[in-house]
């Protein structure tokens, strides 16, 4: 996902302070200790907080506890409830909700949910060991948004082609809608992946951006601006502040996703998620953009880490040999077909050659062969010494035995 945030061009430097001062698990600490013992621990496991980890069911908490899973049910909608009262009397609770509300706001009123978690995670303070921290910040994050900014924020699981998102309650998502099957309609027709400054790019040339481009970027940036005491309120959107609320529309559609390399594409394709070896040797060699040895490839496919699985330089070469999108082009040496390269041996490079050209001076032949093969100069000239295939005429050039005869 892009490291830029709106935040970073629209926040003053007394709200950037404030918000950087937020510690969500603090908060989450300090409004258990508001509750009974009970219903602390009830809240604890039934959400993961403030550790991080897994959820509980009522059951299994009620085993805990000795007490029915109605009983559970109970007490975590009275905890609950209780902590929601104290919206309007805690401080950081209250610089949450303005948090939230301008981050929403900022981005036409709805976020794709990871990435407005990244958002609020990247703003957030965190201390103590990075991988640890961040499961504990993710979990309390998560807890305040579902649980204690109702009727400010809701939760919206993945529908109409959009991926889960929280919004601002009473927004309208039509317009997201359509930003994003715009997104759709520059990717399916490229047919391939594309890097984020490409995409927007055309993005801006999508005939439902120009219609709309007021409601998609002008009034989001001028709220912000707004909610900020902004002295530019009314001026154009800047193009950084633009790209950051097209990239959150972008980050919100369901069908369309980032490989490992930041390109975006549709998630059914191979180059987006690639599943079979193959596949993977396809995007390692067309991210690359040049010939690589197997083991080369196989060691960038484990570096890639796409899944679990572990490459094996056997099974990679093997998928090398029977895929005929590569091209075997010097001692294990592997490029795509699609740059130019011809399958075969040296020699049928050089045939192919004369057979368009009808005939070449060896340093001609060399010149080409080389721009399809990796291989020595001295291989090309043991190639040319097969009399069975080529002829070297008078005048020095080389020519197809066949078309002498």
């Not at 303070?125 to 309390?140: K, L, P």
């Not at 004369?354 to 093969?373: A, D, G, N, P, Q």
């Not at 050039?397 to 078309?403: F, G, K, M, T």
Request: aromatic share 8%; glycine share 6%.
């Amino acid at each position: 996902m892009s490291e830029y945030s709106i935040l970073d061009k629209l926040i003053t430097q007394r709200h950037a302070e404030e918000i950087r001062s937020f510690d969500p698990v603090s908060v989450v600490v300090h409004l258990l200790g508001t509750l009974t013992p009970r219903e602390a621990e009830v809240v604890r496991h039934r959400f993961a907080v403030p550790d991080g980890g897994q959820t509980e069911t009522l059951e299994e908490i009620g085993k805990k506890l000795q007490v029915t899973r109605e009983r559970v049910r109970q007490i975590t909608k009275s905890s609950v409830g209780k902590l929601q009262a104290l919206r309007s009397k805690h401080d950081e609770l209250k610089l949450f909700i303005r948090t939230t509300e301008y981050l929403l706001r900022s981005h036409g009123g709805a976020l794709e949910s990871e990435y407005f978690i990244n958002q609020l995670l990247h703003y957030s303070h965190t201390s103590g060991d990075a991988s640890t921290q961040e499961i504990r910040t993710r979990a309390c994050l998560h807890f305040l948004l579902d649980n204690l900014l109702e009727g400010f924020v809701e939760r919206r699981v993945e529908q109409q082609k959009l991926r889960t998102l929280y919004v601002l309650t009473g927004v309208d998502t039509l317009l997201l809608q359509g930003a994003v099957g715009a997104f759709l309609n520059v990717v399916e027709p490229a047919g391939v992946p594309l890097q984020l400054t490409e995409l927007l790019r055309r993005y801006r040339q999508q005939p439902y951006y120009i219609e709309h481009k007021r409601q998609l970027v002008a009034e989001p940036v001028h709220i912000a601006r707004e909610f900020l005491s902004d002295p530019n309120v009314d001026e154009e959107p800047t193009a950084a502040e633009e790209d950051g609320v097209l990239t959150a529309y972008l980050a919100a559609s369901g069908d369309l996703s980032q490989n490992i390399f930041g390109e975006w594409g549709k998630q059914s394709w191979p180059t987006i998620r690639p599943r079979r070896m193959n596949d993977k040797i396809y995007l390692i060699l067309r991210h690359e953009g040049k010939p690589l040895h197997f083991s080369a490839i196989t060691e960038k496919i484990n570096g890639a880490h796409f899944d679990a699985k572990v490459a094996k330089a056997p099974s990679v070469h093997n998928e090398l040999i029977l895929d005929k999108r590569f091209v075997l082009v010097g001692r294990g040496l592997y490029a795509l077909r699609e740059w130019g390269y011809q399958p075969g041996t040296v020699g049928d490079v050089v045939r192919e050659l004369l057979v368009e050209r009808k005939s070449l001076t060896r340093e001609e032949i060399v010149s080409e062969v080389l721009r399809k093969r990796m291989v020595k100069k001295q291989t090309i000239h043991l190639a040319l010494l097969n009399q069975s295939l080529f002829v070297k005429g008078e005048d020095g050039r080389y020519s197809l035995v066949s078309s002498k005869t």
